[in-house]
């Protein structure tokens, strides 16, 4: 299975401001000096030295994730990520119209659906992506989204063979070569996490979700869920003072990512769905946290920050 990571942001896209690029640069400058970077290698090495809160930046799109397993391609939700995703598969199969492709889509907030209107193989005949959810209004909320209120050009407009699917939730249901489990998870509205499955690999996918109480009685099912997931994609917008701060906002912190891998095994956790308020060092300092706080209960599970780009196989 390999995953990319497309769109990481929570919320609203966030571009980096000017100011932010700015101080990167003079950091990294400050850290150069008695350096040698006299050739090209050698200043590869010495970016490759600096703290990846300097060098570079996670990213400023809404949730997009792309997942291979096999020849199967699989795009879990459509936040403006899935635009330069789009790019990339123009230059495939889905440039000639000959692509095929699902979406699983978490629910229907802006931030997880805001990419398909700028989503170039969905204008192209002879695609074909299947949209897989619980929910039962997917295919209005798009269409709603693309209304001539709100967007130029309608979600009948793109060419591509669109098809919507609702699939259960709590039941494992088969898509293509995946095997797809739905939990609904703790946020306002109606939200799904999904655990997929190929040839024994496993990927949890459980952006958007809260949970206020971490007893072990409570936090059953969710450890359940991710239990002995090779990858937890894990919503960890806020730091873990905001998360009990701000109750009823269907978010969780690293820290609590850490403590509920713990509990189910995982072996890695991706820090995902970053608050639009949290510049790099801030989101850097949340890994450090669930490092810390693993390490003291004598967990090795890796941990990541998904950054745009990032690439994950196993």
């Excluded at 990213?59 to 879990?76: F, S």
């Excluded at 088969?174 to 489990?181: A, D, F, W």
């Excluded at 906002?249 to 609590?256: D, E, K, Q, T, Y």
Aim: contains cysteine; negative net charge; aromatic residues 10%.
């Amino acid at each position: 299975m390999i995953v990319k990571f497309w769109g990481i942001r929570g919320s609203i896209p966030t571009p980096t401001p000017p100011a932010a690029i700015e101080h990167k640069i003079r950091e990294a400058l400050r850290g150069a000096v008695g350096v040698d970077l006299s050739s090209d290698e050698a200043i590869e090495r010495y970016i490759q030295r600096l703290p990846a809160e300097v060098r570079q930046t996670v990213g400023g799109n809404t949730a997009c994730v792309e997942v291979r397993a096999g020849d199967q391609l699989l795009i879990l939700d459509s936040g403006s990520g899935l635009r330069m995703l789009g790019y990339e598969l123009l230059k495939t199969e889905f440039g000639k119209g000959q692509g095929v492709a699902d979406f699983l889509i978490s629910h229907t907030h802006w931030d997880h659906i805001q990419g398909l209107p700028f989503f170039s193989p969905g204008f192209k005949a002879g695609n074909t992506f299947t949209f897989h959810s619980p929910h039962a209004h997917l295919e209005e909320a798009f269409i709603g989204q693309q209304s001539e209120m709100f967007f130029p050009v309608p979600l009948s407009f793109m060419s591509a063979d669109l098809q919507f699917r609702r699939i259960p939730a709590k039941t494992w249901t088969q898509i293509g070569q995946l095997q797809v489990y739905p939990l609904q998870m703790a946020h306002p509205g109606e939200n799904y996490g999904y655990r997929i499955e190929h040839n024994g690999a496993s990927l949890v996918y459980a952006t958007d979700s809260e949970y206020k109480n971490m007893d072990p009685e409570s936090t059953q099912v969710y450890a359940d869920f991710f239990r002995d997931a090779d990858l937890l994609v894990f919503d960890a917008q806020y730091s873990h003072n905001d998360a009990l701060d701000k109750a009823d906002w269907g978010h969780s912190s690293p820290v609590m990512g850490a403590e509920l891998a713990h509990r189910a095994g995982v072996r890695r956790l991706a820090l995902f769905h970053h608050d639009p308020m949290s510049d790099d060092r801030t989101i850097y300092a949340g890994l450090k946290q669930a490092e810390t706080y693993l390490a003291k209960r004598g967990n090795n599970c890796q941990v990541v920050v998904a950054s745009e780009g990032l690439e994950i196989e196993w």
